[in-house]
């Protein structure tokens, strides 16, 4: 059983910046891979970045691209969302979720098993 947990969301101005964090419980959080996804009102929850277990490899949705890093400290049980230039469309809820092992894609909800409660992200223009 993993729980994730999220934080770090709020309301800025467009141009600003947040720190989102995802803490999880469980001692195998290291061996599976990390997705962020992002759901706005009416809209269905998208992809947004995702990393591996070690974190060498990362990846993003195009529409965040350049804006956004996520990174991981395996030994905090922590993966971060920083998230740069925010726009408007950038506002939603904000999940982490953990990967199936070993998933085809990064980028499909189906392919994550445990998901956080959210953070809500909202940007003013």
């Known amino acids: 059983q993993v729980q994730l947990v999220e934080s770090g969301g709020g309301l800025v101005q467009a141009g600003g910046s947040l720190r989102l964090s995802c803490a999880a419980s469980g001692r195998t959080f290291s061996t599976y891979i990390i997705g962020w996804f992002r759901q706005a009102p009416g809209k269905e929850r998208e992809f947004v970045a995702a990393?591996?277990?070690?974190?060498?490899?990362?990846y993003y949705a195009n529409t965040v691209k350049g804006r956004f890093t996520i990174s991981r400290d395996n030994a905090k049980n922590t993966v971060y969302l920083q998230v740069n230039d925010l726009k408007p469309e950038d506002t939603a809820v904000y999940y982490c979720?953990?990967?199936?092992?070993?998933?085809?894609?990064?980028?499909?909800?189906?392919?994550?098993?445990?998901w956080g409660q959210g953070t809500q992200v909202t940007v003013s223009s």
């Open positions: 979720a953990k990967g199936r092992p070993s998933p085809s894609r990064s980028d499909l909800p189906r392919e994550y098993d445990y």
């Open positions: 990393i591996n277990w070690s974190g060498g490899s990362t």
